[in-house]
């Protein structure tokens, strides 16, 4: 937390049975019933069953419990601590996050904080990691799962940073639930949670919610089905990106270019309308993709054979066979043609609403055009995604447009893109808040409907 003021992300890790395969609460009471000769079991599991479950009445009395061993609590701790193995994958994941001045991360559990303290500082990690635990009534507080929520809430709403969050039982809901981009981790059968499937599965089919899960190790038996909870590998660069990136919106714009000036003259006549503004539309989008798009996303070689015999260089979009354009009905639809022919190998969907976007047609798209003609409030764009977020949090979005309200861009793009990998393609940008209606409307000009509303 020393980089706060640098922060742009925080990534929020539950301990046990998510960043090693243990449970160090079960491994301290193992310990102490050694030292002691006796064949008590483990108070916690009898605590947690009762009609208190997790509540903090429960955490509460989990801590008075550790009181009774304060005599030997330090040692305990350290020799659960030797004991602990974290779990390769997140070792990786927080040496590579130590790389990044603008991402940091945090332990938040429930358990033992000293434990986990001395797990770190063995790692080399101590000054990178802090924890946020509980254990004895001298530490002032008790984690329970309401309080990991809210320290998620309280990173992102007051302190505006982009939060992913991993966890790997009902406990852990709360913070997965607030944060931008949620990890289920999912260990062996044998030992992980019993109790999250049915839980896990409400939470999402409530909505507003679209967690991943990252099997650890990677033999373990995926939970629910691969669409309702999509997998994730968080050692992919893929996913470190997605979680090290400084969000900012990507903005790029021709208004002030004389090509610019040629290709909206025609959008903009109010004699032109039909097949003819259609063609004006389709030519923008051919543009803005070949000058604007290949620069955002970048170009990439393949062999393709010259007109003298030989094997050359051709270019196109970088992973374009990963890339959807989305045309968003209707007046989207020739723009995203002209964008579709500059990118003729990247998936071409029609889209009347969020709704039509689901995990099976962007199924392996790691890139998402969303085109239409005009941005005025950018609500339609909020809608569409915030779907696709909760379809895939770490697809890159870029909006392409040939219009786009300046205040739309401030108001609701720049926000939307802490929580995305957002950028915007646009011909011009206007400070005109006019909405057209009938004769007016774009999409009604488009194809010669202006009789309707």
């Keep these: 937390m020393q980089r706060e003021n640098k922060l742009g992300t925080m990534v929020v890790l539950d301990a046990d049975r998510t960043i090693?395969?243990?449970?160090?609460?079960?491994m301290f009471w193992e310990k102490l019933r050694e030292r002691q000769s006796s064949k008590e079991k483990c108070p916690l599991r009898a605590l947690f069953s009762s009609h208190l479950g997790y509540s903090y009445s429960a955490f509460r009395q989990a801590t008075f419990l550790y009181e009774e061993s304060r005599s030997d609590f330090e040692s305990l701790c350290s020799?659960?601590?030797?004991?602990?193995?974290?779990?390769?994958?997140?070792?990786?994941?927080?040496?590579a996050l130590e790389r990044e001045p603008s991402t940091g991360a945090i332990v938040v559990t429930c358990g033992i904080r000293r434990v986990w303290e001395k797990v770190l500082d063995r790692e080399g990690l101590s000054q990178s990691v802090k924890v946020i635990g509980g254990g004895r009534v001298a530490d002032g507080y008790v984690v329970d799962p309401l309080a990991k929520g809210g320290v998620v809430s309280r990173l992102r709403d007051h302190h505006g940073l982009y939060v992913c969050a991993f966890g790997d039982s009902p406990v852990d809901l709360p913070m997965l639930k607030l944060a931008d981009q949620a990890i289920v981790v999912v260990g062996e059968h044998q030992t992980r949670s019993r109790s999250m499937d049915a839980v896990l599965s409400k939470a999402i089919d409530e909505g507003n919610f679209r967690p991943r899960q990252a099997l650890i190790p990677d033999s373990s038996t995926p939970r629910l089905d691969l669409d309702k909870l999509p997998l994730v590998n968080i050692a992919s660069q893929?996913?470190?990106?997605?979680?090290?990136?400084?969000?900012?919106l990507q903005v790029v714009h021709a208004t002030a270019k004389n090509a610019a000036k040629l290709l909206m003259t025609p959008t903009r006549d109010a004699a032109i309308a039909g097949h003819s503004l259609r063609v004006a539309?389709?030519?923008?989008?051919?543009?803005?993709?070949?000058?604007?798009?290949?620069?955002v996303l970048?170009?990439?070689?393949?062999?393709?054979?010259?007109?003298?015999?030989?094997?050359?260089?051709?270019?196109?979009?970088?992973n374009e066979d990963s890339t959807a354009v989305v045309a968003l009905m209707r007046g989207g639809e020739p723009m995203a043609l002209g964008v579709s022919e500059a990118f003729p190998k990247a998936m071409f969907l029609h889209a009347g609403g969020?709704?039509?976007?689901?995990?099976e047609n962007l199924a392996g798209k790691q890139t998402v055009l969303l085109v239409d003609s005009v941005v005025n409030s950018g609500k339609t764009i909020v809608e569409f995604v915030e779907k696709i977020r909760k379809l895939d949090a770490i697809k890159r979005i870029v909006v392409v447009a040939g219009v786009v309200q300046e205040k739309a861009i401030s108001n609701v793009l720049e926000p939307l893109a802490n929580a995305a990998d957002?950028?915007?393609?646009?011909?011009?940008?206007?400070?005109?808040?006019?909405?057209?209606?009938?004769?007016?409307?774009?999409?009604?000009?488009?194809?010669n409907t202006t009789q309707l509303p």
């Design 281 to 295: 539309h389709h030519q923008v989008g051919w543009y803005l993709a070949t000058e604007f798009l290949t620069g």
């Design 238 to 248: 893929a996913f470190v990106k997605s979680v090290t990136s400084r969000r900012r």
């Design 354 to 359: 969020p709704e039509d976007l689901n995990s």
């Design 298 to 318: 970048g170009v990439e070689k393949y062999p393709i054979a010259h007109v003298q015999g030989r094997i050359t260089d051709g270019y196109r979009l970088l």
């Design 20 to 26: 090693c395969a243990m449970d160090t609460g079960t």
């Design 79 to 95: 020799e659960v601590a030797s004991a602990v193995t974290m779990h390769p994958e997140f070792l990786a994941l927080i040496h």
């Design 422 to 447: 957002l950028g915007l393609v646009a011909l011009r940008l206007s400070e005109n808040k006019f909405t057209g209606k009938g004769g007016t409307d774009t999409g009604n000009r488009l194809f």
